[in-house]
């Protein structure tokens, strides 16, 4: 036996532009009426190329949205610890610099600031607030330099693993007694 060959199909195929001439209805009126043409891009496999591109151009704009808010919500939130923890600093540097030498004031009755006790109570200040800290001798004579650190955790950017922000806020308190100033 042999195989069947199939038998021959001839089709004529009439282009949309001439099918006005070829059925005599004259011009279609558009996509989706009967003679007319819907244009949609297909991929290799006959399936619609633009399906889902919506959703991802959703994820898209959910993610920077997200980003955006983490930035706003999150930045501002470092901006109010780094002015809490100058706040802190410069109160803590206050307590210190209000320290006077009993011992000199009893002898000779002027009032002098005790560096020693003045870092002392800059730091008791800062332990007593719960806050971490460092308190040095400033830069220059008679002042005392309080740093401190503040941390917090994140609200919107723990989602990609920022779980805390940190701030640090520095003061310099210049130690003296009485009142001081031009014409004094």
Known sequence: MTPATPPAVTAIVTPARH???ADGQG???????PGGREHSVTDQHGGDADRGSLTLMLAVLFVALLALAGIV????????AAENAAAIAQEAARAG???VNETVAHENGSFVVDEDQAITAADAYLSGAG?????SQGPGTDEIQV???VSQPTRVLSIIGIDTITATGTATANLVSGVTGPGR
């Open 27 to 33: 011009p279609s009126s558009g996509p989706g009426q």
């Open 131 to 135: 806050y971490a800290g460092r308190v």
């Open 147 to 149: 740093t401190v650190t």
């Open 97 to 99: 610099a209000g320290q």
């Open 73 to 80: 919500i999150d930045g501002g939130a470092k901006l109010t």
């Open 19 to 21: 099918r006005e001439a």
